[in-house]
């Protein structure tokens, strides 16, 4: 799992919850519509429930000595015998029933449940068993008692040969009690035999249910979204956990502990179409995202201390990072703090710095080199801000490493820094190609553009030892598409709003002829000219 600075802390975990919360959504919804599903489309079920009561009669020869609980476990496991479940479907001509028997607590009771597809044919079948179940236990009782009732007339008839000749002695007298007591059970014998002799009765017969007992639906949804919600929130961190890209200023921070943070640059929310070209600082001036660049323009100045950056490089690991959007950006803050600037575009892969102006990449910087075309003629001056020049890549060359290691292309360069204030280097990424190292000896401070939630720690730390391999001290990291973790960046420039951007090119000492905030016109203007073109800003 990613973490802040690389501690895991309370606040983590709600964190990764929202910044994965798609998956959550979607396991939750899946566990909620896959539950729903089977509860409405699955096959009904009824249920319906008769309960016997077990009887010890007193004086039973038979059962007066039972154990009541051992007569409860034994009656279950008569319940399930073949016999009665072959009965009772022979005379429902049913197959397969669905019976299940249990005790009731701590008494003699006894219940028989039986499940089917029709609530009547439940309760019929539910009390169909349990009326098969007692004619068993009787017939088998039946059996019991006529036995007894055998052993006891043989007994009785003995005595009563016996009682004539043993008359008037003590010898009599124990045997007419003797034929007396076995009359009496015999008598009990007959009266459990003409009764119930079984022990067994049904106390509380099945009726028809009025609901069916599966599905329970509001009971299994509960259990899918409870499911669905679980594997959301364990795929949430498992996601997380595999993602290697940079989620927050503490990680990027941790990463690139020798190069400062120089920049925040907010989400812009209004560029929903990234192959249109969007220029925030010149159509939203007193946005957040503007005040940022203006933030960072404040940044590299700091890191000019002691010294000017006549010039900056501007790149990123890879692609689609917003290095390009990034360059357009500090060009028109700086032309409007009242700077000459010109931005040189060496991305000769993929130019796409012209877009964002208006301007033209087919005389540009080779031209120059080669001599097809003066620096005057190849210069170009950006509409509608002053102070603000272009120059194109020209025609691509065959070897762009080997053409920015020419003489030649070290002279153009230092003309530029001679020529202007400053001077703003669209180069390509840094991990496919080596230009932007090679870029890097040749001018005052590197800028580094890390996207949230798209670079990849391996490839800033990949893009951190190719600096290094190539001796670039002055290097500054910018992190874009900042949201989520660091919402408070964005919130910060809404303060107040007499704290808005007002005119920058007086507050930063540029006077009368200074550059001020554009007019609407001229928004309007190079807004129109900047969307002529669709490449991929």
């Known amino acids: 799992m990613t973490t802040e600075g690389g501690n895991v802390n309370l606040r983590t975990y709600p964190r990764v919850l929202w910044r994965r919360k798609w ?4 396991c939750t919804l899946v566990g909620l519509l896959g539950a729903s599903a089977y509860a409405f489309t699955a096959h009904k079920q009824y249920s319906a429930t008769t309960q016997l009561l077990l009887q010890t009669p007193t004086g039973s020869a038979t059962t007066a000595t039972t154990n009541a609980t ?11 015998n073949p016999a009665i479940v072959n009965a009772v479907e022979a005379h429902l001509g049913l197959s397969s029933l669905d019976i299940s028997v249990g005790d009731q607590g701590q008494t003699n009771a006894i219940s028989v449940t039986a499940k089917a597809s029709k609530a009547d044919q439940a309760a019929r079948i539910a009390n169909a068993y349990a009326k098969e179940f007692v004619d068993y236990e009787n017939l088998l009782a039946g059996r019991n008692i006529a036995v007894a009732e055998t052993q006891l007339q043989k007994e009785i008839d003995a005595a009563e040969k016996q009682l004539p000749s043993a008359s008037g002695s003590p010898q009599g007298t124990a045997l007419a009690d003797q034929l007396a007591a076995l009359q009496g059970q015999y008598s009990q014998l007959q009266v459990e035999a003409a009764g119930n002799p ?29 499911v669905g919600l679980l594997v959301g929130i364990c795929a949430a961190f498992v996601v997380d ?70 010039s900056v490089l501007v790149t990123s690991p890879a692609s689609d990072e917003g290095k390009t959007s990034t360059v357009a950006n500090i060009g028109v803050v700086l032309s409007k703090a009242g700077q000459r600037v010109v931005l040189v575009a060496v991305d000769f892969r993929r130019p796409r710095l012209s877009s964002f102006f208006g301007t033209s990449d087919a005389v540009g910087l080779t031209s120059v080199v080669i001599g097809d075309a003066t620096l005057e003629e190849a210069l170009q001056e950006v509409p509608d801000l002053p102070g603000l020049t272009y ?46 190292v090679l870029m890097a000896r040749q001018t005052d401070v590197s800028l580094v553009v890390v996207a949230t939630g798209m670079t990849s720690r391996a490839s800033l730390r990949r893009t951190q030892e190719q600096f290094a391999g190539a001796g670039v001290q002055d290097l500054g990291i910018v992190l874009n598409d900042v949201s989520g973790e660091i ?31 554009m007019t609407e016109k001229q928004v309007a203007s190079v807004t129109a000219s900047s969307t002529t073109n669709h490449h991929e800003a």
Request: aromatic letters at 8%; a positive charge.
């Open 391 to 436: 120059l194109g890549t020209g025609p691509a060359p065959p070897d762009p490493a080997g053409f920015l290691s020419n003489p030649r292309t070290a002279e153009v360069f230092d003309m530029l820094r001679r020529r202007f204030d400053v001077v703003v280097y669209d180069s390509p990424p840094v991990v496919p190609v080596t230009d932007a």
């Open 23 to 26: 998956w959550v959504i979607a």
């Open 241 to 310: 956990s595999l993602d290697d890209s940079i989620r927050s200023k503490e990680q990027l921070e941790e990463l690139t502990p020798g190069a400062p943070l120089l920049g925040l640059v907010p989400q812009i929310k209004a560029w929903r179409r990234r192959s249109t070209p969007y220029l925030a600082t010149v159509v939203e001036p007193q946005s957040p995202v503007a005040e940022a660049y203006w933030a960072l323009r404040t940044s590299l100045k700091f890191v000019g201390v002691g010294r000017p950056v006549k």
């Open 198 to 226: 079984g022990g067994v009765s049904v106390f509380y017969p099945a009726t028809t249910p009025t609901m069916p007992s599966s599905p329970k639906k509001a009971e299994l949804i509960l259990i899918g979204l409870a």
């Open 70 to 80: 051992t007569q409860v476990a034994t009656e279950l496991q008569l319940l399930t």
């Open 487 to 517: 919402r408070g960046v964005a919130r910060a420039y809404d303060y107040a709003p007499n704290y808005r951007i007002r005119d920058r090119s007086s507050a930063n000492g540029s006077g009368a002829n200074g550059s001020s905030d």
